[in-house]
């Protein structure tokens, strides 16, 4: 295992904390997905199902899979998928795959919050583009 | 670059391999890894900042409380655990993301809990069982955007319906009733309980389509911080 697998395992567990605590405190965010669709454009395929595995398993928070955890899984492989047919800059491709991944996201498990709560999901997915971005930063410095 | 790869393959695989084992079949290491996670008790992360002297307070008093919990638990061992009506239930786990608003209880149809059933916290409706499986069970609560509960308020009973959210209100009030802050709020639903309090009338306006009354409601608990509630038995 390289140091930049360790220092993205280490960013899963930095998101999950962060998500857990926040969400607590009342303040949700999908601060793990982010990291995740940041993810996409940096590891493999066999890589990333790992992180993925590893984000759902500590998401997962009932006996059985969701629909929420399905998708919350697929949105990591589409973006991967991105960065396969188009080969965007990731600094480019990241925020674009985070806002449409969270906009898929919403819509697909609750597309009544766009008319209840579309604040907080702009809040949702200005902190994922920050959160993605910084995931980015950080890796490509562990890679030097 | 083909032979480092294949031994990382094979060891992704298996790691893979396990998760998968994890994740279907013992979601609850994952829980009890969000917990870790997750400090349950941030105040006493602060209490460790405190002075020497205040420490020598708070061990003292420490002593102090580990001497009645030891004489109440003694007493506790001779008294019911719930009430015949309901079933006593320890939260697992959250609804971990921004869409919904559930817990997840250790109790489930095998201890008698049914899908509908209300489930109580401090006296409290705080929710109802969306979904049970043999020993846990789902709970959408008040603040769930899905949650919807007829209920009547106040002295007068006047109707409404409780409408979950992140800031609960009672929608469909009749207008011109006499609803006031301060006024509770009650449930008046089949299937739960009757008359199960589940919070207080905050301030009352009109609905947005001028045909009804509409009330905020404010409760006089934290949902985050629930750890334990009762279950209504059907």
């Not at chain 1, 930095?14 to 303040?27: E, K, R, T």
């Not at chain 2, 998760?19 to 870790?36: C, D, H, K, M, N």
Request: charge should be negative.
């Amino acid at each position: 295992m390289s140091f930049r697998s360790l220092i993205a395992l280490l960013l899963i567990f930095i998101a999950a904390s962060l998500q857990f605590l926040l969400g607590s405190a009342g303040m949700f965010t999908d601060l793990m997905l982010s990291a995740l669709i940041a993810f996409a454009f940096l590891f493999e395929w066999p890589e990333l199902s790992i992180y993925v595995l590893v984000a759902v398993f500590m998401i997962d928070w009932q006996p059985a899979l969701t629909p929420t955890l399905v998708v919350f899984a697929a949105i990591p492989f589409a973006a991967y998928a991105f960065r396969k047919l188009f080969a965007w800059a990731p600094w480019a491709g990241i925020p674009l795959m985070t806002i449409l991944g969270f906009v898929a996201f919403y819509l697909a498990i609750a597309p009544g919050m766009f008319a209840n709560a579309a604040p907080s999901i702009v809040l949702d997915i200005l902190g994922a583009l920050i959160f993605g971005e910084v995931t980015f930063a950080v890796l490509m410095r562990a890679e030097r | 670059m083909m032979p480092e790869r294949k031994p990382n393959l094979a060891l992704l695989g298996v790691l893979a391999c396990v998760l998968l084992v994890l994740v279907i079949f013992q979601p609850s290491y994952g829980w009890r890894l969000r917990a870790f996670l997750m400090p349950s008790d941030i105040a006493a992360g602060a209490g460790s900042q405190a002075s020497g002297s205040a420490m020598g307070v708070l061990m003292a008093q420490n002593d102090q409380l580990k001497a009645q919990l030891a004489e109440l638990q003694g007493i506790a061992a001779e008294l019911p655990t719930s009430s015949p009506n309901y079933l006593r239930a320890m939260v697992y786990s959250r609804y971990p993301l921004n869409f919904k608003n559930e817990l997840f209880v250790d109790a489930g149809m095998d201890d008698g809990v049914a899908t509908g059933s209300a489930v109580v916290y401090e006296g409290l409706l705080v929710g109802r069982v969306i979904q049970a499986w043999p020993h846990y069970a789902a709970v959408e609560t008040v603040f769930d955007n899905n949650f919807r509960l007829p209920v009547r308020i106040g002295k007068g009973g006047y109707d409404g319906l409780l409408t979950g959210g992140s800031y609960p209100f009672v929608a469909s009030i009749a207008k011109n009733s006499p609803v006031a802050p301060g006024d509770v709020v009650m449930s008046a639903a089949p299937g739960v309980p009757y008359a199960v309090p589940v919070g207080i009338v905050q301030a009352t306006s009109t609905s947005p389509d001028n045909l009804f009354e509409q009330a905020t409601i404010v409760f006089p608990y934290d949902i985050n911080q629930v750890q334990t509630v009762l279950i209504a038995r059907p």
